[in-house]
């Protein structure tokens, strides 16, 4: 068993607590290039990820890596997520889990 | 003030004699057993700190619930194909666990195959220990396709949470009876001792118990209730001026004065919103 790195549920408001630590997250495909992706988080805001995404990406993908900034991750994972895809419900356990329920995640 | 709970099978009111010896309340967990759950939704985290039960059953306790089965969703990885099994590590964003799909026909496994590490499943399975390493005995594994299945399974996970915590908190009032759930924490049985009024703060969902039963913030709201100011106030207290004045959400201040009148502590005095403390006790 092992918890050693656990990751952050995370949106665009969020990512700020978490800046140096891994973090997870889904956006919004919005602009991709080889190297890096432009996305919108569940929460509307704007999100670099740098990494290489798989091809073909779909409009929603989840990218499990590391905070760089604020509005910045350094992907490891990604995972396309499809193209429907419901973002407020996301939303929502997002800023549950960073709430009174972390210590069910990290 | 002792309180009987539903789920208190060793009360000495109970059985006389004639309940079978798997309902009698033969192990102080019993305080706290409700049947087994179906398949439990759950962390990885919740599953590493998870306790252990006792008895032979050898099930874990989340939240103060037995559980032998729990569904879990997570990514694949180092996967392994053996003639006997398929094993592989489900990494949830909270931890990883090892799973292990015992193979009887090869043609149980097919499913399995074609996993690449970082592939997202449900797996449903049975929890045990191994060399001291906790283990999903998996009998199912299926791929997700649907995404919004992650959103929902982690919803899930907070949702049995806070059901427990909630009924556990309600159902161990009057205990004497130890707790085996590990976030509930309070430092003396029910009855003897006396110890500290241990406050809680209210983001807190461990609630911690001071001498009589009740609960820190249950007993908040008695003592405003019981302040000489209030007890005067013949129209009594609108759970509205409660919910300000401590600073809680009103259907805390809600689940409060429910328990507090079913004790006989507090009553409604012009309406069900209005209330009042018993004097004289």
């Known amino acids: 068993m092992d918890t050693s790195s656990p990751a952050a549920f995370v949106n665009g408001g969020l990512l700020r607590m978490h800046v140096g ?9 919005t602009r991709s290039d080889a190297g890096s992706v432009m996305g919108k988080s569940t929460d509307g805001c704007q ?3 740098r990494g290489s995404p798989p091809a073909p990406l779909t409009s929603y993908v989840e990218v499990i890596g590391v905070a760089e900034n604020e509005s910045s991750i350094r992907a490891e994972l990604w995972t396309n997520f499809g193209d429907s895809f419901d973002a407020s ?8 889990a960073n709430g009174e329920l972390k210590h069910l995640f990290l | 003030m002792f309180s009987s709970s539903q789920f208190e099978d060793s009360s000495p009111l109970a059985g006389g004699g004639f309940m079978s010896s798997q309902l009698g309340g033969s192990t102080p967990s019993s ?3 409700r049947d087994m759950q179906g398949l439990v939704p759950a962390t990885v985290k919740q599953i590493s700190e998870a306790s252990q039960s006792g008895d032979e059953k050898s099930s874990f306790i989340i939240d103060g619930v037995d559980v032998a089965n729990v569904t879990v969703v997570g990514m694949v990885f180092n996967k392994n ?7 592989f590590h489900l990494d949830d964003g909270t931890g990883r666990i090892e799973c292990i799909r015992w193979v009887t026909e090869r043609l149980d496994t097919g499913d399995l195959d074609a996993l690449e590490d970082g592939t997202y499943v449900r797996v449903n399975g ?11 005995n998996a009998f199912s594994v299926r791929l997700v396709t ?15 949470h806070l059901q427990n915590s909630k009924v556990q908190s309600k159902a161990d009032e009057g205990s004497v009876l130890a707790s085996q759930a590990p976030d509930l924490s309070f430092s003396t049985p029910v009855r003897g001792a006396s110890n500290g009024h241990h406050l809680a703060s209210t983001n807190d969902f461990s609630m911690q118990y001071n001498d009589d039963g009740l609960k820190s913030f249950d007993k908040l709201v008695l003592n405003y209730l019981q302040q000489p100011s209030n007890i005067d106030r013949e129209m009594g207290i609108h759970v509205d001026e409660l919910s300000q004045q401590l600073k809680s959400p009103l259907e805390k ?7 507090l009148e079913r004790e006989g502590l507090v009553y409604s005095s012009i309406d069900d919103y209005h209330y009042k403390a018993v004097e004289g006790l």
């Open chain 2, 146 to 160: 649907n995404f919004d299945e992650v959103t929902c399974h982690y919803l899930e996970c907070i949702h049995f």
């Open chain 1, 47 to 49: 999100l670099v990820v």
């Open chain 2, 126 to 136: 049975h929890l045990q220990t191994f060399q001291s390493k906790r283990q999903l």
């Open chain 2, 31 to 33: 305080a706290r057993i």
């Open chain 2, 253 to 259: 201040i809600k689940d409060a004065i429910e328990f």
């Open chain 2, 81 to 87: 194909s053996r003639s006997s099994d398929v094993r």
């Open chain 1, 89 to 96: 419900n996301y939303d929502q356990l997002c800023q549950l």
């Open chain 1, 21 to 29: 630590r891994k973090v997870r997250t889904v956006i919004q495909v």
